[in-house]
């Protein structure tokens, strides 16, 4: 809790970090209207805060994934029982830590190969204890992840004949697709991914062997995802928070997620802001304004940000929301973030996956 609840974001110090509780509400709506019988979980290397967690819970959301082993043990400390790590763990450390989480949740994993395999056989045996695998596909994104079709097959039997290791289904995400702007090209392209993904588990299928789970898409794809049969699960992340970047090919969804800063030096033409890449994301583009589509910024540096912007000009100490330019990147960067609803500090959570990367 903040002591500040009730007050005007507005009147916060700044850089501060906010989330509009109205406009994440409406994303969610918007994604789990449209879920056409799949189900949702979320990505937490989105969110990075507890908080924005038990937020999603008390709202129906149960499962989440996450890309790395610290972000799993957030969502299981405020209490996520179904979490995906969708990522290959590789070191007896890490798949320690990922044996201690099963104390809390039903924690699965991703796998590309048989190292991965006999790793984590070998460590399950020693420590009688057993893991859920899913076998990670690499559905055109030339990441992680086994050639979809036999392949795929050649592990998933491999998985299924290990001592203390339990298949648990297929993973491939469309990374490549997420930002692209041209539609026809995304559609097909997505479509092709996805007929690849299942033509894989109906292969798997058709040697007996059961495929529980199948999840697929970001926020860039999820409306193509849920079209296909075969698929049981999409794992967005950033559609919640959203940023200036995906809102260009994603409109449906609206950044809830701004940086509260502060006007601190002008001339004619130009304003300067207190916040800069050290506190808004800039690795994928420029950030903006909001509601101010007149002003324009042009420059960040570490700790300001220049605006370009015609008359009149703002007046010292006037406060801007600056939409990011890449959501994930900017909770990164934060220690705590303001939820707010009808402009006014509704409570502030911790960000305990920030700054990490373990
Ligand atoms: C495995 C995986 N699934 C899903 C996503 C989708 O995330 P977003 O909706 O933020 O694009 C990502 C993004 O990096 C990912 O790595």
Redesign the pocket.
Known sequence: MSGNQGASIFDLDSPQLIIDLDILDKNLGTITNGLNGKKLRV?F??LKCGGLVKYLMDKGCNSF?C?KLNEAEVLADVGVKNILI??QIVGDLKIARVDSLKTKANVKICIDCEEHLLALTRFAQKFNTSFDVLAEVDIGMNRCGTLPGKPTLELVKKIVVSKNIRFSGL?G?D?HL?LMLDRTEKTKKAFEGLASLVDTRRMIEKEGIAVPLVTT????T?EFAVQAEGIDEI?????LLMDCI?NEVRPEFHPSLTVLSTVISRRPGLYVLDAGSKAISKDFGMPMVKGKPQEKIFKLAEEHTRVECGNPLPEIGDKREVVTAHC?ATMNLHRNVVAARNGKVVDIWPIEASGRYD
């Open positions: 990505h290397k989105s994934l890309a969708a990522n993973q995400y990374g997420q898409a970001g926020t860039g999820w794992q967005p992340g950033s559609f995906y994930c």
